[in-house]
């Protein structure tokens, strides 16, 4: 991150830096997270938000043993736990904690509606299972992550239009803590996740190595060069608009932001755009997959997980591509097996996730000690490289080893525990995401990126995925699947 | 916090590659490039069944 950051005005010297203060909070969560092998479900009462037509039905505790609480009951927990945690956190950074408290209880209260409005079916539901679950014939198929794009409107449209009022909330946009936090805690989502899949996996394994290979060390460069050469973007912009469109989206290019010490506003533009491209992404994809790919499901499963890009979008263009490519299939009197196709889709993604933290590790080492080293310096020296080192990314690192070892280690029924455990946590991540967003648009005057910058970010997204991710993925798939068919139903 | 504004930034004069930035590339590339051929060669000798 640049000096020119986030303009908070202190009232005392800070005692702790931003960055180390997001890893004490992320790890507090992750630990708390843990309290279930022992017994206890120390998070389950944080409120979380279900994909709803019926808005009382929305809210409620993330774990039913706090289902007394309702959700009414669970969200007011889960403010309170926040203001007091991040008050804490602003008496430590030498703020004002009540004029912190104040703005913050406005920021919660924005953020969590958004996260609620973009958790509307008529929004968030992807799958035509879903609409019809739901009883819709249309959605906009934003998945739950639309909530993101609604706290960055939400932002956007008080920055611009109630400035008074954006300056009184400033004391409480803090997106480069709340980023952090919620990548902390990432980590150990990740890790279960990857470890759910690790059966499943480890029968792919060749697959799997070759989307991280074809994702991190042949998308990636290629996109940067894209940007940089082709579109003159800069390395602030090229590198998480690389790992977003190459890697998986939203978390990717926001560990690749902090990475590389980038203006948060730029990692949360760059992942508006792939929440809005994995929705064409999902509309296009899967009938391409069945018009084309339906004699090879295999491929174009993995193809699909491949070229989505965020996490949710891809699993659910897996499930649409299997739900067309099945139907295609009977009606020319062949059944496979359900689930098969959407586990290669989640697997290739599973895989491609699990080395967001290495990758950023990279990044950060080099950005560091070579592309952004200290004016006036010859070479940064290791203790240099590591006081500018984002120190967040060593607790990403840490909650992810953490938690794939503990589920790895444990029996299933702890390791269950556990994933469940992690989704609470995961809740938090999602409420600090929103936070985040919902800070840079209050930050942030994007209104000359709309007129005219943003067309030249989605320029580089569409010639990298149409001129060259697709086509590649597509290659390597069926390298890989070519000619091995799920199992047919018995 | 300054606001990004893309239009002036695509004015500013283009950052030239810088060696470490081309070093990355083209390591990530050939490294990519040879590790896929042998994923390839291994998926060839035992295949997904």
Known sequence: ?490 | MPNPDLRDEMKAPVEPLLPVEKKLMGWSLSLGLALLVLLVLLNRVAPLN
């Open chain 1, 1 to 490: 991150m640049s000096a020119a950051t986030v303009s908070v005005q202190a009232a005392q010297p800070a005692r702790i830096s931003e960055d180390w203060l997001s890893v004490l909070i992320g790890l507090g969560v992750f630990g708390l997270a843990l309290f279930p092998l022992a017994g206890f479900d120390a998070l389950g009462w944080v409120a979380t938000t279900s994909v709803w037509t019926d808005p009382s039905a929305a809210l409620a505790p993330a774990s039913k043993a706090y289902a007394s609480l309702s959700g009414f009951g669970a969200l007011v927990i889960t403010y309170l736990a926040l203001l007091a945690v991040l008050s804490a956190g602003a008496f430590a950074l030498g703020e004002d904690v009540k004029r912190f408290a104040l703005a913050f209880t406005a920021v919660f209260a924005i953020a969590y509606v958004s996260w609620f409005v973009g958790s509307w079916a008529r929004f968030a539901a992807v799958t035509p299972a879903d609409q019809a679950k739901f009883g819709l014939s249309w959605s906009l198929k934003l998945t739950s992550e639309g909530g993101f794009i609604v706290a960055l409107l939400a932002g956007l449209a008080i920055a611009n239009v109630f400035p008074a009022f954006a300056e009184r909330l400033k004391s409480a946009i803090h997106p480069e803590l709340y980023i952090k936090i919620a990548i902390v805690i990432l980590g150990a989502f990740i890790a279960v996740t990857a470890a759910g899949k690790l059966n499943l996996a480890s029968s792919l394994l060749l697959r799997g190595v070759a989307a991280i290979i074809e994702a991190y060390l042949i998308y990636w460069p290629v996109v940067y060069l894209i940007a940089r050469k082709g579109f003159g973007f800069s390395r602030e912009w090229s590198a998480p608009l690389a790992s977003g469109i190459s890697i998986c989206g939203v978390a990717a290019a926001i560990a690749t932001g902090g990475a590389i010490r980038s203006r948060p506003q730029v990692p949360v533009l760059v992942s508006s755009l792939v929440v809005i491209f994995a929705v064409i992404e999902v509309m296009i994809l899967p009938a391409i997959a069945q018009a084309f790919m339906s004699h090879e499901p295999l491929v174009a499963a993995a193809w699909v997980g491949l070229a989505v890009k965020t996490d949710g979008a891809a699993v659910a263009a897996g499930g649409i591509t299997q739900a067309l490519i099945q139907a295609k299939a009977a009606a020319e009197g062949v059944a496979y097996q359900p689930g098969w196709m959407l586990a290669v889709t989640a697997t290739v993604k599973v895989f491609i996730d699990v080395f967001i933290g290495v990758w950023a590790f990279i990044l950060a080492y080099i950005w560091t000690n070579h592309i952004n080293p200290r004016p006036g310096a010859q070479k940064a020296r290791p203790v240099e490289i590591w006081r500018r080192f984002p120190k967040f990314i060593l607790g990403f690192v840490a909650t992810f080893a953490i938690a794939l070892t503990l589920t790895l280690g444990t029996q299933a029924g702890a390791s269950g525990k556990l994933a469940a455990a992690i989704g609470e946590a995961n809740v938090l991540r999602v409420i600090f995401f929103t936070l985040t967003f919902f800070s840079i648009g209050v930050l942030s005057n994007f209104r000359k990126l709309w007129e005219e910058g943003l067309g030249k970010l989605a320029a580089v997204y569409v010639v990298s995925l149409f001129g060259f991710v697709v086509w590649v993925g597509f290659v390597i798939s069926w390298l890989f699947f070519a000619g091995v068919k799920p199992p047919l139903a018995s």
